[in-house]
């Protein structure tokens, strides 16, 4: 077997564990420090609408997600221009076409 095991409890007992926690277990916001309140349903569902919204390409997007090998020399390099190397590789190759046109 692969991984390491971690925990010898069994799904079912992980669940029941869970259920039989006591009710007073449970967090109790004290009312002073905001950070601390829980997040209303409202609000966690609406951070889950905002990440969702961001997932993916924008509408009206013309890229097509790709499995392309680079050269690690040129991988590196890119990647060592920091945040936005996929975006700049994308200019350099659009660059290239308009030179090398057929």
């Not at 799904?11 to 869970?18: C, D």
């Not at 349903?41 to 924008?58: D, H, Y």
């Not at 020399?73 to 920091?82: P, Q």
Request: proline share 3%; net charge negative; no cysteine.
């Amino acid at each position: 077997m692969t991984g390491s095991k971690t925990n010898t409890m069994s799904r079912e007992e992980v669940l029941t564990a869970i259920r039989n926690i006591p009710e007073s277990a449970n967090f109790v916001w004290d009312g002073i420090d905001e950070d601390d309140r829980p997040a209303t349903k409202e609000e966690l569902l609406a951070g889950i609408v905002a990440i969702e919204a961001r997932r993916g390409r924008p509408n009206g997007s013309d890229k097509t997600q790709i499995a392309l090998r680079v050269d690690n020399s040129v991988l590196e390099a890119f990647r060592a221009t920091g945040k936005g190397w996929q975006t700049r590789m994308n200019d350099v190759l659009k660059e290239w076409l308009k030179e090398h046109a057929a």
